[in-house]
């Protein structure tokens, strides 16, 4: 089976297939740690990690990727998501989370008057 069919079976409910999925793409999500723990070796050591750790928090990136992939429109391959999340888990052990924020929720408007207190 396909993960992309994998994919949808679970998102019906049949998370017998969870593992099955696993297996398949999991030699993926540690290249693309391994890419990342060898391009961060000194973060990676000031926070005593090790490349097993990097490995180890596929789990969780899988996860991810598997309850996004059943959100979006299933245009794209499964494999498409794993890159992504493997570095959102990988980056937030070491400590490089990146704060994503719509800039507009968070900035006062130009057209703002400012108020004056009378006392």
């Known amino acids: ?22 297996e ?3 030699r993926l999500f540690h290249y693309h740690a391994t890419q990342l723990y060898n391009r ?7 926070f005593g990690v090790q490349l097993d750790d ?4 596929c789990w969780f990136a899988f996860t991810a990727a598997l309850r996004d992939y059943n959100k979006k ?17 990988v980056y937030k052990l070491i400590g490089l989370q990146h ?10 408007s130009l057209r703002r008057k400012p108020t004056t207190r009378t006392l």
């Open 54 to 57: 990097c490995k180890q928090v």
């Open 99 to 108: 704060c994503r924020q719509e800039p507009l929720n968070y900035s006062l």
């Open 1 to 22: 089976m396909t993960n992309e069919e994998l994919c949808r079976k679970i998102a019906d409910g049949e998370t017998q297939y969870e593992n099955a999925l696993w």
């Open 24 to 26: 398949q793409p999991y």
């Open 73 to 89: 429109p299933q245009t794209l391959k499964f494999t498409a998501f794993i890159r992504l999340h493997v570095q959102k888990q």
């Open 40 to 46: 961060n070796l000194a973060r990676v050591a000031a």
